[in-house]
């Protein structure tokens, strides 16, 4: 009896000890995400139901980009990305990646700027990571949840999740409402790959999805010098206080609304405008977090539609 006994508590230490190990892989296959990067943005449109429809364009572009961990505790790793432009002289505030350990809330995309709060069984999260991912003005953009797998050397995430339309399409297309991706995040030798393969959907009330079109998109992360990102790191630096003000804020409001629904404009102007503007006031004017925060809620509180 003392064997068998023995045997268990060896086989019990084992497999805590892995998913120990594997939790730890996870994150730092995360933490690989930050950096400095050259971008390659690929998308070309494969295949449609409909022997009509016209394909478009091809999109190819490229820049520059700086990844910054800007929280890491043990179950969330916050990841702000910088558009760096003009060699290292104009910075854009870019998109934001949140991920979160074993999250029960999830916000699904719906259709039109809204975003809908789910709750999940404690087995559709063991183990796996949700990637949140936010607009510019850190707005919501889609959560997707999935399991990393680390496998030959190589790590690797897939999940599924709708979205709104991409700004490459978002001001020349009104043929479908809804972006139902496969995204795929895979660490490569001289940095990641986010592999996509998306389905263009015209979603209405009542009646099933309607699929107009396949899409490839491949992003390709590349490592590049960091020492030609200089002015974007003192940049960040200046304004992260105001954008730290901004994703509490915005954390409250998630927390507080089942649904997000945001107005498209709000006296002619696009959330991300309202929320740049007032950066670039604050980090002029140098104003307190409390200063940040009042007027961060009054932008929030003009977009936000209730009920």
Known sequence: MKKIHLLAVLLLSGSFAFAQNKFEQDRNAIKALAGFYKVTFNYAETFSPNDD?????????????????????????????????????????HWREDW??????????????????????????????????????????YQAIGSWV????????????????????????????????RNFVYLTPNGWMFEQDNKKIVRTPGEKDKMIAQEKGLEEFVKTDPKSFAYSQEWWKKNAPFWKDARDIWDNVFANNTVIKLAPKVDNKLLYEKFFAANAQSVKENWSSAKNKEEITKIINAYLIKG
């Open 150 to 181: 680390h496998v030959d050397g190589r790590s690797q995430w897939l999940s599924y999740s709708d979205s709104p339309l991409p700004r490459r399409e978002h001001t020349e297309r009104n043929d479908y409402n809804v972006l139902n991706r």
């Open 53 to 93: 429809y016209k394909y478009h364009d091809r999109h190819r572009s490229s820049a520059k980009e700086i990844a910054i961990i800007v929280e890491d505790s043990p179950k969330k790793i916050v990841i702000q990305h910088l558009l760096v432009m003009r060699g290292d002289s104009m910075i854009i505030k």
């Open 100 to 141: 979160t350990y074993e999250d029960p809330k999830i916000l699904a995309f719906d259709k039109e700027d809204t975003w809908k709060t789910l709750t999940l069984k404690p087995e559709e999260t063991k183990g796996k990571w949700t990637q949140k991912v936010f607009q510019v003005d850190d707005s919501p953009r």
